[in-house]
């Protein structure tokens, strides 16, 4: 089986492949290496690949006509859409670049599937659709139509089209809520990061609702781990669904959306704890407010998750940040 990755050099992306590679899957990559951090960490997350088979292009996905070019000569079966442009707090300074990568380049994605018939496509959504909504643990549901960020907007906005084509075309579709990911090789602008950082530098941290904040945190292996099953688990029609009641996870068509999260909040300052605990040193702490976007907790529902692929995340914190810290230290050579 043939599977294309967006986002391939990404955090997410780069792990996954690795994990599908060691199964016996052919991988092909897009990714646009673009500058929103440092491209030397996603050009070292393609080496850990180490695939002679691997096939790579760097390409942006709001190019339509090359991303199709690309499915026309691949073939792939299947197509997991890991490309966006990330971040919350980011969608409030650049909201262009939101619109430019998640919705028109997802649009090109969808139309290149149609076109080159793929037999499924599972793409990135995020927890961040809960948006307002503060009946926890959050349900894939509950309602998700009041978003606090562009960024959130745009998932959901994904959700959205992913269906419209699973009920057109008879495209499978496979949305997946991320519910805080972390781990070795993540992202420089993610609390992990920062404070791992900071705190090996002596700087501050910023540490925000004055860390009244609780976040369902889960480890990329986690991540990784159910992607891999769901590539095997493709939607179906819900023969139980119904217009006059209608479940938003599940449809008529071959549409799903799951929750992939811990299934089990922690406090921020309880996090920020197992790092200081692992790093040996403690965080100098700049209590702040609660940013515009922000929610002040997540928790997901995974049962969903569990029933139709026997798995759930459970990698503990103190395992998970453990894990992180010994890979920063080795890859940025740092002695404490």
């Known amino acids: 089986m043939k ?13 996954l492949a690795k994990k599908l590679y060691s199964l016996g899957y052919s991988i092909i990559g897009i990714d646009n290496l673009n500058n929103y951090y440092e491209v030397s960490l996603k050009e070292n ?61 997802f649009m090109n994605i969808l139309e290149s599937c149609r076109h080159n018939k793929v037999k499924q496509l599972i793409y990135a959504s995020s927890s961040s659709v809960y ?5 926890l643990p959050f349900s894939t549901s509950d309602n998700i139509d009041h978003p606090l960020s562009l960024y959130a907007a745009t998932k959901k906005a994904n959700e959205l089209m992913a269906h419209t084509y699973s009920s057109l075309y008879n495209i499978p579709t496979t949305g997946l809520r991320f519910f805080t990911v972390y781990g070795p090789w993540g992202r420089p602008d993610m ?56 479940n938003p996870s599940s449809s008529y068509a071959p549409y799903k959306v799951y929750n ?24 100098i702490k700049n209590f702040m407010p609660l940013q515009a976007g922000d929610v002040p907790a997540t928790y997901a529902d995974v049962e969903d998750l569990y029933n139709d692929i026997e798995f759930r995340p459970e990698t503990s914190i103190k395992d998970g940040v453990g894990k992180f810290v010994d890979w920063y230290i080795d890859y940025y050579k740092i002695k404490l």
């Open 45 to 105: 997350r393609l080496k850990e690949i180490n695939s002679k088979d691997f096939i790579f292009y760097q390409e942006s996905l709001e190019k339509h006509e090359a991303i199709n070019r690309i499915f026309e000569i691949e073939k792939p079966d299947v197509v997991i859409n890991l490309a966006a442009q990330a971040g919350v707090r980011y969608s409030l300074e650049n909201p262009h670049a939101y619109i430019d990568s998640n919705i028109v380049g």
């Open 191 to 246: 609390a992990l990061f920062k404070f791992t950082k900071n705190i090996i530098e002596g700087k501050p941290i910023d540490v925000y609702n004055n860390g009244d904040m609780m976040r369902d945190f889960t480890f990329v292996d986690d991540i990784v781990e159910a992607i891999s099953r769901l590539v095997e688990k493709k939607a179906v029609p819900n023969p139980e669904w119904s217009g006059k009641s209608p």
């Open 3 to 15: 599977i294309l990755i967006t986002g391939v050099a990404g955090f997410i992306g780069s792990q």
């Open 260 to 283: 992939i999260g811990n299934n089990s909040p922690v406090n921020l300052m309880d996090f920020i704890e197992a790092i200081e605990e692992k790093v040996g040193k403690k965080a």
């Open 131 to 135: 948006g307002a909504n503060t009946s």
